[in-house]
């Protein structure tokens, strides 16, 4: 499966159940740059990013129902308010039977109706949880694990349909690791985490009970499920070894890996396709997945498929089910005290399950349509700068130039929402049957994706919703995207200065174009496919740069002895500097011969640090760090406001950094790679 280069990963998708809807709440103002969140008692040359939102910090604890607070989540609340109204309106509305607005309005209406779903219990999964238990054989196995991800429920490893990396206009299939509930490798293993699975199993053990075992059956599967996943765990590789996609593409012909593990047979058949070849991103897990099988009895991988349809269900089933979902994945993994309330959960399951019908009415509504033409020009003076830096860059070979700059010139933006809007009129949605309407909209994606296999990529298709606060690189189609939601302050801010908008956007824009020459992404080439086009000396050249930012990042303590993993973020942190160092020459550029005025006391160069900085203000709690420094190739955000920053020079020039300064770093140490 392709690595999509997100501007930062979203908390993971665990919904959370609150007490009841809370009163209507006002659409606050969208959050901007202010230089009100600026901490002037400390020096910018001491503590950039407490200098630049220190105040922020103190005015903002972290709401009870997040992980971590900072611009993204502030604009992502902006926007979840606006979903709320839409679907509101739409539950109250009477828009046509089959729209995409009648659809979205009924989710939202089963979704609400507490009392049916409580009601209902853990039926609605009796039909999945009894053909689990009448699995007698392997065969059967594959043939239910076949049937669970059909319907979205994970399990024992995974299959995707996504651009085969090395033929990039043709969808393969892919198999890669997976059916661990717990987020990395490490959190079977680690010491840092014996607390973690402790807890697992106990957590296992209640949602077990809940769903009809006996306290000892119970308490016994539990263990049983957490020595299955650490079975495959053991087989499973690290999120760093993960980073490597020369690495975790093994394309084979689909009898090579059924013979590593023949359930592999029945469980395609299942699936319905039958490709000639199968992409294996880590022959080794299934390798290791077989071994298992062998040696387990069929029982373990009973209950462990119990427990993995369990927690697939749970946030869309009566409350004592998603109340201990949360209760282990978001307070216990993540410090979050309290659900959100009941419209935003259900607001982000619609927008999880049907995307681009709720987005379009968010589109219609709050999308303005000068974003397009303003962004299109902000991107056109960004590549201009990206494109020269690559003429000019000293340290590659005329050939490697050659090519870098034919895939430059290759690449493609798409901006806001898709032209052209998935048709959901085969999803059957009721307003009184929300775990129905969860699985009908997760069998429809699950469907339309494996229908894909074999037939020319879509380049049109978005992987992300409209009102999503991010953007990505996608390596085989070359292109940036950059979804409606984030088009808003503090991103991009039609009322204010240039600087604040290349500081922001302008960085968010070239982050991701440089991610298509970071250290995953110059793997790709211009037609978007995996290989090694780079000289020896070129890539020698490119790693010992990018390795002053895998020291530098490295050397980040975020938590009491724990230090950020260089090697995991270091696509994001050449991407960052890449961004915020294109995004700075192209503002100057703008400026040139333009009068310079002071803001609030700035110049226009200190205004883009600060607007930069001012991106990644964050408050964080500790458990929610901690399982982002494990798995997540984002530094955080703490780090990602000064980080880059310290690299380049203008930066020093606009706040007169000097040697001696905590924000100085030897000329000699200072990362430069476009
Ligand atoms: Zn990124």
């Known amino acids: 499966m392709k690595r999509y280069r997100l501007l930062l990963l979203a908390a993971a998708a665990v919904a959370a159940c609150a007490p009841l809807p809370t009163a209507e709440q006002a659409r606050p103002a969208a959050p901007r740059f202010s230089a009100a969140y600026l901490d002037t008692s400390v020096s910018p040359r001491a503590d950039f990013a407490r200098y630049a939102f220190g105040a922020w910090q103190k005015a903002n604890p972290i709401p009870a129902d997040k992980a971590r607070w900072g611009a993204f989540g502030e604009l992502d609340q902006f926007n979840q308010l606006a979903l709320k109204g839409i679907l509101e309106a739409a539950s109250a509305g009477s828009a046509e ?11 939202f209406k089963s979704a609400m109706d507490t009392a049916a779903i409580d009601a209902a219990g853990v039926k609605p999964i009796e039909p999945g949880l009894a053909r689990i238990a009448a699995i007698a054989s392997t065969e059967d196995l594959a043939r239910a694990l076949a049937r669970l991800h059909d319907s979205g429920v994970g399990g024992m490893f995974s299959i995707a349909v996504d651009a085969d990396e090395k033929k990039s206009e043709v969808n393969a299939l892919y198999a890669y690791q997976g059916g661990m509930s717990l987020p990395s490798r490490g959190h079977y293993f680690d010491a840092q985490f014996e607390k973690i699975r402790a807890a697992f199993v106990e957590h296992v053990a209640k949602m077990l009970a809940l769903a009809g075992d006996t306290p000892e059956a119970a308490a016994a599967g539990a263990k049983t499920v957490f020595e299955v996943e650490k079975s495959l765990a053991a087989g499973a590789k690290t999120p760093v070894e993960l980073r490597d996609s020369l690495a975790n593409y093994n394309k084979m012909p689909t009898a090579e ?7 592999f047979k029945p469980y395609l058949a299942g699936r319905g396709v039958g490709p000639a070849e199968v992409i294996v991103g880590q022959p080794k897990f299934f390798e290791s997945l077989q071994a298992q099988l062998a040696a387990r009895p069929l029982a373990d991988w009973k209950v462990y498929l119990r427990y993995r349809l369990l927690r697939a269900a749970a946030p869309y089933l009566a409350s004592p089910f998603e109340a201990e ?21 259900a607001s982000r399951t619609i927008d999880g399950a049907m995307g681009e019908a709720l987005g379009k009415l968010y589109v219609e509504r709050y999308y303005p349509p000068e974003a397009e033409a303003r962004m299109d020009e902000m991107i056109r003076n960004i590549t201009a700068v990206m494109r020269d830096r690559l003429r000019n860059v000293d340290w590659m070979a005329e050939a490697t130039r050659k090519k870098a700059l034919a895939k430059f010139d290759r690449f493609t933006a798409k901006i806001g929402h898709p032209a052209k809007w998935r048709d959901y009129s085969s999803v059957a949605i009721r307003p009184d049957a929300y775990f129905a309407d969860v699985r009908a909209a997760g069998e429809f994606e699950v469907k339309r994706r494996l229908a894909k296999l074999g037939k020319p990529v879509d380049k049109a298709e978005w992987r992300m919703s409209p009102p999503t606060v991010n ?8 292109d940036i995207n950059f979804p409606a939601g984030i088009l808003q ?6 009322s204010l200065d240039d ?7 302008g960085a968010v824009i070239g982050h991701e174009i440089t991610h298509g020459f970071d250290d995953q992404g110059r793997h790709y080439d211009a037609d978007g496919n995996l290989a090694d086009w780079w000289t020896a000396e070129d890539a020698a050249r490119f790693e010992a740069r990018a390795k002053k930012l895998v020291e530098q990042f490295g050397g980040y303590e975020a938590l009491p002895g724990l230090k950020v993993n260089g090697e995991l973020t270091l696509g994001e942190n050449i991407a960052d500097l890449g961004g915020v160092s294109i995004a700075f020459e192209a503002l100057e550029r703008s400026l040139a011969g333009k009068e310079r005025k002071t803001i609030d006391g700035f110049t226009p160069e200190q205004r883009f640090f600060l607007s930069f900085a001012q991106v990644w203000r964050t408050n964080i709690r500790d458990d929610a760090l901690r399982q982002q420094l494990a798995v997540d190739p984002h530094s955080p955000g703490q780090f990602r406001a000064f980080g880059a920053l310290v690299n380049l020079q203008p930066f020093y020039d606009a706040f007169g950094i000097r040697e001696g300064d905590p924000m100085w770093r030897k000329p000699g140490d200072r990362a430069k790679i476009w």
């Open 97 to 107: 039977p089959g729209s995409g607005e009648r659809k979205v309005g009924d989710f």
């Open 257 to 263: 890996l059924e013979a590593k593990l023949p359930m």
């Open 325 to 345: 979902s949360f209760r282990f994945y978001a307070t216990v993994m993540r410090g979050t005290p309290a659900m959100e309330p009941r419209w935003q959960r």
């Open 471 to 478: 953007a990505y690189f996608d390596p085989t189609q070359n």
């Open 489 to 494: 302050p503090p991103f991009f801010d039609y």
């Open 499 to 505: 600087a604040v908008n290349y500081g922001a956007i």
